[in-house]
């Protein structure tokens, strides 16, 4: 029998993704400022790391973390259920709902949203809802909150601050700066500086509230369940998550 044995600090692997995330962040900053002062989109480059466009790094980084936190999520759902604890359900939810998140951050379900909404809306101004998805966004935020809010109030006390705090962040990205950017596009247009910078923001946002999320599943990893082990036919392979109080 063969064991091999890999440590995973929930520290490390956070800092590794904040690296990236804040290395996208920037190259996406250099890139815009690069194309509207001189119009130059560096063969490509630009839209390349432009962390709002579709189809780029940014995006696949950002559908990689969603994934990430399914799998930790579908993972969790495992340990819960095989020591019996209670809301296995929701973190069964929470891990589709995450992969959900994950298959529209490539096809942009919820961009389809925006043309029938429109036309429930009426002709005119829409404001804050010109970027209209984010009406049954809303409306959906609000009825998962009813319905987590059970299982949220069951988490250690730790874990449910840092779920607070992940989803303060990530919302406030996704629907406060979209109401923010719909807003200023049908003002202005999208073609400027000023939108690209709050795009960026509302983008960065989303980033760091999956990644604080990330932290929370791995924390929570390591101070519910201290050993993983996965067996695979003749190996068995152990997965350590140490606690954050460790190097």
Sequence with gaps: MIANQISLNPFKIVLVLGGVAFFLVLASIAGQLMFYMTGNKL??????????????IPTFFSMFLLLFAALLLSV????????????????????LGFLIMAVDEI?????????????????GNHGIFHFAWVIPGIALVLVLALFFLKFWFRLPSKTRLTF?????????????????????????????????????????????????FIWGLLVYLADMHIEVRFRFNEF????????????
């Design 43 to 56: 063969y490509g480059l630009v839209l390349l790391f432009d962390i709002d466009a579709e189809y780029n």
């Design 107 to 123: 096809v942009c379900i919820h961009e389809r949203l925006v043309s029938p909404m429109r036309r429930l809306l009426g002709d």
């Design 76 to 95: 969790i759902t495992i340990l819960e259920r095989k020591r019996t604890a209670s809301h296995v359900f929701h973190w069964a939810i929470l891990s």
């Design 236 to 247: 068995r392979e152990e997965v350590i998550l140490d606690g954050p109080h460790k190097a």
């Design 164 to 212: 607070l705090i992940a989803a303060a962040i990530y919302i406030g990205g996704c629907i406060g700066f979209e109401l923010i950017g719909g807003y200023y596009d049908e003002l202005y247009g999208l073609h400027n500086l000023t939108y690209s910078m709050l795009t960026t923001v509302e983008e960065s946002l989303e980033i760091a509230g999956v990644i604080f």
